[in-house]
């Protein structure tokens, strides 16, 4: 019971906030809480990358420039015109497309992973 409780006053002020806040009102609630949930995970993925690369201090270099191409891909137009499209079939069936993009980048990047975990396995073969 004491969750449920914690939960709702976590929700209760952050509604509030978002209220009060002059440009968050301008956004739905549940969007600012996808954006503050993939920020919180890239700072905690982030954190962790930190931990790891304080042992491998050499591959600091190839973990930013993985980043760095990573953020530039996913601007890639073949990326943004997939979106767009789906963003404007949803808005035309009269759903609500909140989750495109990052349901998006969640599958792009579950079938670049998979690849990655075969080229290792494959590599020890």
């Known amino acids: 019971m004491g969750f449920l409780r914690l939960k709702d006053t976590v929700h209760n002020k952050a ?63 073949d990326h943004i015109s997939a979106i767009d499209l789906m963003t404007r079939r949803l808005i035309a069936s009269g759903q609500r497309p909140v989750t495109v993009g990052t349901f998006f980048s969640l599958g792009h990047s579950t079938y670049d992973h998979s690849l990655f975990i075969l080229v290792c396995i494959l590599r020890f073969l």
């Not at 509604?15 to 009060?20: A, G, K, T």
């Open 15 to 77: 509604v509030s906030l978002h209220d009060r806040t002059p440009g968050l009102r301008k956004l739905p609630f549940p969007a600012v809480g996808i954006i503050v949930g993939l920020i919180l995970a890239n700072v905690l993925v982030w954190v962790a990358v930190g931990i790891v690369l304080d042992f491998h201090a050499a591959l600091i270099s190839t973990a930013v420039l993985s980043y760095t191409l990573g953020l530039r891909h996913a601007l890639d137009a």
